[in-house]
Structure formats: structure tokens, C-alpha cells
């Protein structure tokens, strides 16, 4: 094999800025403010139409409010100022380290459900029926968003979910999971999304090789998935095993991972795509942030195994207190990796929830209602980061080794006002004093 | 019973005009533009973002071409006119018989989805497992993408359906029906939405009282529907039935359907609510329009039954053909009524599609198809309007019999620029005429 390469990563960029007339922006405002009267009018209508419209203005005008207040903008256009000129940067607001994240993400969470809609209504044209390969359950609140959000999709597209495996050889009934695929005309294998392409964790890609081998004659699709590979062998072996399948598509959740399929796996026949996470397919829940009372100002959400990034390390042990933030203001926080809170009401003695769909929401539910709980999300989980957009709670996101989150955010959510990309806690901590500073983010 | 009144019925309203400065209006519309540009350099979400964001243009200056253009706006404000003032009028664009209808309504479609999953979220709370009371299957498109619209919202809650009946003693297994309910706590019974509670067709609702009689101890909730009552004694009659159950919901999809229930139905100890039609679970769909290809200049999608208006009566017959519009200009069209257009691909012999969801879905894409095949639709049918505007397909509507469609347009869709409401077919062909002399809408 030739031409291997390690995955480029993104690097964050800065726009050159461009001028605007000052008077006539402040107009724009006042104007704005009239048609959100406007709106109002229409009662029912109003309170999500007026919080979309709110969040254009955040996305339009992007650190509009960082070059009223900071003056930290530069112009690096030679023409020479107006007296009653103001800058206006183009740069992506989520890496402003001068300026703390605000609520909501309306508009980048609706395009990112209405691109996973209109790339698999192609994707999966025709298909009526599906068997997926990769289920499995654990109390990560990640994962189960994923599950659930998949089923959203597939009902979307009026697709019914029939058998599901993980292995050919353990916890499978292979013989049931052919039969349904035998049964049903218009049918496909799907292959859950996630970050499990990869050649760290060897387990799930090598399942799927054998799968494939075993349904040659049955179209393999893939939900979204980050795609990283380091050991040129496995690549390979990776590279043989999927391109002997004749009807097989990949689809990846980030530009790096998309780049990747596209220089390797598609030469071997494969289709490949790009689309957002499909956890995107809860859309937007600005409505569970509103009804969920808040129970500490600050949380933080850590992974705790190897691929935690040496500036996302803490000496915080989990659990709930207080901590005195770099402002001096002292804030209630609650630390924990959500994969280790056990979900409640599925698991009463005599009143075990036995649905996996139902098992799913109910972690799903609950990881939303941990970060609907928080008035501020410090997290380094790509799901803590994309579940807290669909939600819109001011957060800050810091890598994780595989550098999926910076990936995923680059290529999708970096012009999100309600999230600040830091190297490591200490800025995390630095920009949480900075939120708590604005009155109306302390109550 | 005492109290009993018909319904009373929206009409449109006129809003005043209010004026604003022309110069700095133009600056407005140029720092939108900028921002447009901005969004663009966002390679994968610009479509759909800036897509969204035009519609806000629209939206928030709902008559501002008109305005610009035909100069009929007047102003009602005793103050004088600035000379480089214009006047923006805020009446609902969609009563504005002076401009076309244009491509588009995001943003309302998007409020409404998200309504929808918000209420459902508290009105379903706990619920894990439903069957579904009303289930039919017939041609009607607008039928069809009601049941998957329910089962899309259903699947976002993370519910799964059962079983599904409509009559107590026919076409039914009550038995399994009842034992599904037992099997599972967290369980409930949801009755369909549309537009059958009402004492023209006196079948639906009787059908409940049986059921609702026969499951005491089970939550009954509602999808959303229309309420009509002229007559008190079937009116006496439901309320008697209805308000026998201890634990019913019921939800309008109207405004004047809510009214009616509140007024006659909370007072029975009924929980009563509001919400769009459960069609807007198939949310933003502009990508169906775009991929679409064009067949047909005009689509009439009319009803043919007793629901037809003395104004959407015409001599045109069903088929497809050439006509020509008030301003000459001669143009292909197709008049069907689609609950008589057979669904091609599930009835095929030997290959006949057997499950219930996908039987529908392949019923609304064809009714989505139909839509998105057209420049322009002229409709008399409620879902004709509804999932037209779904799509984002200029349109013009007119009432059917029962005043649905209005009531459900003056509750949530008057704000949309993609449909006009008109009195008959005449007007429906003026609107064409004045829609085909845009040179964009002729290609």
C-alpha cells in the first residue's frame, strides 16, 4: 500500500475583518428589534421564531459584540478608518478567547439535522428494512444519543428497524439477523456511527469484516463516523476486508475523517459521504434547556481514560462542590464522566425496562438533563460538546487525543456562539469567570 | 348542556403600517448581504443557512416588496412623511393579494416541528410504549404523511407503537390489542390526529367512546385535531363519553378548535391543548423541492366531495393539459385530487409491501413528489397547504367547507410567503397569472 499518510487535523482561522458603517449598524439593530415586535404578534409562533431570529443576529454578526466592547479587533485592510466606523471580524466566534460563550445554536443545529435528513433520504433511497451492526449498551449518554438518534432518522424515512448485532459469534443470533434480511425486499445492513473506526480500538472494525464477508449479496451502509488510522497494517487489512464488499458506503462526521475515506477507501470502490454527527437528529431542545431548573453553575463533563489530552487533566476529583474561579467569584460545580452515573427508573427490581429503544432515551434523557442542569458545560466528550449545542448552553470544548472533537467542531460548529474552543482547564476556568462576570448568567 | 355556540372563525386581520427610514432600510438590506457572504465561506452548512436566513428577510419584512413595487401600501399614521421615507407594512404577507407568493417558509415549519416535540415531550411524559386508536389506510396522501408524521414523533420521544386499531369490534384483535397495554407499564393509548372529530362523520368519534369505555385504567392522549360541532345533541353525546374517562387529553390543531374545547370540553375535566398539525414532524423538506425535477407548471390538488367550497368549484377537468392564465401567458398543468392516485411500488404482484409505516411513507413521499413536481399549487386541501409549505412550493389555498383549512392557516402558516389565500378559483388563476410574470418562476 502506498501513499499512507497520518489524517491532516484542522487548524483554527482567523478572517481577515471587514468595516462597516457605524450609524447604520446601530440602525440594523433598531430595526431588528422591530421585526422581532413584529413577530411577536403572532403569539404561538413567537417564542422559537424570535429565538431563531436572535440567534442569526449572534451568527450574522459574529463578534459584533467583542469589537463594541474589547476593541481587541484589528484591521488589516489598508484603507483608513472612518470616524464613525466600527469592525465588524469575520473570524468563527468560537474561538474568540475574549469574549464567553452565550445561549443557544438554533440555525447550525437545524441545517446540521436538515443536511442528515436530505444526505440519507440518497443514501438510503429505496430501503424500507434494516438490520444494524454495532449496537451495543452502556451507561456512556454519548452512545445512547447515538442510538436514539438513529432510530429518529430511520423512522424519518420511513424505515423499520429489525434485528441488531455486534458480533457475528457472540450475543447475535446471525441465523435470525439473515432470516430478517431474507424476508424483506428493500433491505440494508446499517453500521452504527460513532467513533469506533479506528485502529486503537481494535474490536468493532475487524467484526465488521467478518459480517461483510457473510452478506456480500446485502447493500452495507454507515451512519456517520470519525475515521483515524496510525498502523499502516491495519489500515490495510482495514482497506482489503471492506473493499471486497460490492455494495458497501461510508459515510464520515468530519472533514479530516471524510479527506481520509476519500484517499483510501474510495480508490478501493467505496462510496464515501460526509455528514454531521447524527445525534444531530434530536434537533434543536432549546425547549429542555428552558424547562429543566438549573442545580450548580458549573459542569464538568471529563472523560476518564486514555484519550484524555494532557491540558484537559484536572486535579478537581469528581463529584459536587464549590470552586473560586480566577475572577475570585465562588461558583457550586458538579465533575463527572457520564459513562459511570447509572441511569435511573430502567432498572427497578421487578420493573426492569426490557426495550433497547427505550433503554437508550432514557440514558439519552438523562445525559441532556445533566447539562440542562448546568448553567456553564467545561467538557473534552464530542457528545458533551454536540449535545450541549442541541441544547444551547454556554460551554468551552478541549480535545481529546484522537482529536475528534476539534475535527468535528471545525468542520461543523465553529461558528457557534454558545461554544469556546481552550487549550486546557486552566482557560476552561479563565472563561467560565469571564461568563459569570455577565449579570444575567449569575442567577 | 347549556352555552352550546358554533365555533367562531378567524378572520384575516389587517395590521397597521408603520414607517420606517428609507436610507437606512437600503443600508439594511446591504449589511444582510455582507452577512450572507459570511455564512457562505461555511462551505457545508451555506445552503441551508443562508436558505433560512433569506427566509427571516422575508419573514421579518413581510410586505416590503409590495411596498417597493406597487406602491398600495397606505399609510394610517397621522404623522407626515419624511421624503426619503418608505412604509413597511406589518399585515400577514399571505392575505397580500397584491404580490405572488414565494419559495420558502423555513423558519415557521422549524417553529412548528419544534413546538410539536416540546409539547409531545410533557403531554407524553413517562410513556414508553403506545397503541394508536384510528389507524387507517387509504390513498389520501395527506392521511398517510399524518400516520408517519406520528410515528416520526412517537420514535423522538423514544416510544414505540404496538398496536394499532380503529374499531372495537371490526378489523381489530382487542384482545392483543389490550394484552400489549397490560404487558408494559409506562404504556397509554394515543388517538390519530386529522380532521375527523367532528358530527359530519359520525364514526371516529363514536368508535372512542367504546374504546375509551373499555380502557378506564389506560392514559388516552391525542395527536392534534380539528373540532367541529354543529349539532348538541352529538356534542352532548362526546362530552358525556369523553369526559367519562379520568385520564383523556385532548389537543386542537387550531386555534378554533381549541377555543370550542376549552369552552366545552375542560369543563368535563379534560386536558386541553394546542399544537401545529403533526404533519410538521416531517420538518424542513426544502431539499424534496430542490431535488425534485419540474413536470408541471401548476398543480391543482382539489378535493372532490361534499367538503368542496361553492369558490373552489371549477370546470376544469381532472388530468393534465395546457390552460391560460388572466395575463395570457398559456401553461402545462395537472388537476388531480390524490386520494384517487394509486402509489406506485407497494402493490406490485408477488411484491406486495406489507408494513403498515411503509405502506404510508411511500404514500407521502408520492404526495410529497406530486408537490415538489410543480412551480406552483393551487390547493383546497388542508394537507395540500400544509405539505406544500413543508417544501417551501408557492401556493395559493382556499377554505374547504368545514373552514380548516383558514382556521388552521390563521393559527400558525399567515406568515408564510410561500402561500396566498384566495376566495376561489379565479382568483387562484390571477395569482398564477402574476406568479408566471416573475421571469424566475418561468423556467
Known amino acids: 500500500m502506498q501513499g499512507f499518510q497520518h489524517p491532516s487535523f484542522y487548524e483554527p482561522q482567523r478572517r481577515n475583518v471587514q468595516r462597516v458603517d457605524h450609524s447604520k449598524g446601530r440602525e440594523t439593530v433598531k430595526m431588528i428589534a422591530l421585526n422581532i415586535g413584529i413577530l411577536k404578534q403572532k403569539k404561538w409562533l413567537a417564542a422559537s421564531a424570535a429565538g431563531l431570529f436572535l440567534f442569526f443576529l449572534l451568527l450574522t454578526f459574529p463578534s459584533a459584540p467583542s469589537s ?3 476593541g481587541t479587533s484589528t484591521s488589516t485592510s489598508g484603507s483608513s478608518r472612518a470616524d464613525n466606523a466600527v469592525e465588524i471580524s469575520t473570524k468563527k466566534i468560537s474561538y474568540d478567547k475574549t469574549t464567553p460563550p452565550t445561549v443557544g445554536c438554533e440555525s447550525i443545529v437545524i441545517a446540521q439535522q436538515q443536511l442528515l435528513i436530505s444526505e440519507y433520504t440518497k443514501i438510503l433511497k429505496d430501503i424500507r428494512y434494516v438490520n444494524i451492526w454495532g449496537y451495543l449498551e452502556t451507561e456512556n449518554k454519548g452512545d445512547a444519543a447515538i442510538w436514539v438518534a438513529q432510530q429518529i432518522l430511520l423512522n424519518m424515512l420511513g424505515i423499520t428497524t429489525m434485528e441488531v448485532c455486534r458480533y457475528v459469534d457472540r450475543d447475535c443470533d446471525i441465523e435470525k439477523f439473515a432470516g430478517a434480511l431474507k424476508e424483506h425486499e428493500h433491505s440494508a445492513i446499517v453500521i452504527a456511527g460513532g467513533g469506533n473506526t479506528n485502529d486503537f480500538y481494535w474490536d468493532d472494525v ?25 498502523k499502516p497494517d491495519k489500515l490495510n487489512q482495514t482497506l482489503t476486508n471492506y473493499g471486497a464488499h460490492p455494495d458497501l458506503q461510508l459515510c464520515a462526521r468530519d472533514r479530516p475523517s471524510f479527506d481520509f475515506l476519500e484517499e483510501h477507501f474510495k480508490p478501493q470502490g467505496i462510496d464515501t459521504r460526509l455528514t454531521p454527527d447524527i445525534a444531530f437528529m434530536f434537533g434543536d431542545r432549546h425547549d429542555i434547556r428552558l424547562n429543566t431548573p438549573k442545580k450548580w453553575d458549573i459542569l464538568i463533563l471529563a472523560r476518564d481514560d486514555w484519550e484524555v489530552t494532557k491540558g484537559a487533566e484536572s486535579e478537581l476529583k469528581e463529584g459536587e462542590g464549590t470552586l473560586t474561579l480566577p475572577t475570585g467569584r465562588t461558583v457550586t ?57 442541541v441544547l444551547g448552553v454556554p460551554h468551552v470544548l478541549l480535545d481529546s487525543k484522537l482529536k475528534k472533537n476539534l475535527n468535528y467542531h471545525g468542520t461543523w460548529t465553529e461558528e457557534c456562539g454558545c461554544v469556546r474552543v481552550v487549550d486546557d482547564m486552566g482557560e476552561a476556568m479563565g472563561m467560565a469567570g469571564m461568563f459569570f462576570e455577565v449579570a444575567e448568567n449569575r442567577a
Chains 1, 2 share one sequence.
Not at 213 to 228: G, L, T
Not at 334 to 346: A, F, H, N, Q, S
Request: net charge positive; glycine share 8%; aromatic share 12%.
Open 68 to 70: 463594541y466592547t474589547s
Open 206 to 230: 475487524p467484526s465488521r469484516f467478518k459480517m461483510m464477508a457473510k452478506f456480500p449479496d446485502v447493500p452495507v451502509r454507515s451512519f456517520p463516523q470519525s475515521i483515524y488510522f496510525t
Open 333 to 389: 460545580y458538579k465533575k463527572i464522566d457520564w459513562k459511570k452515573i447509572p441511569t435511573g427508573g430502567i432498572n427497578d427490581e421487578g420493573h426492569k425496562e426490557l426495550g433497547k429503544n427505550q433503554r437508550a432515551y432514557a440514558k439519552a434523557m438523562d445525559g441532556f438533563a445533566l447539562l440542562a442542569s448546568s448553567r456553564f458545560v467545561i467538557t473534552d466528550r464530542l457528545h458533551g460538546h454536540i449535545m450541549t449545542t
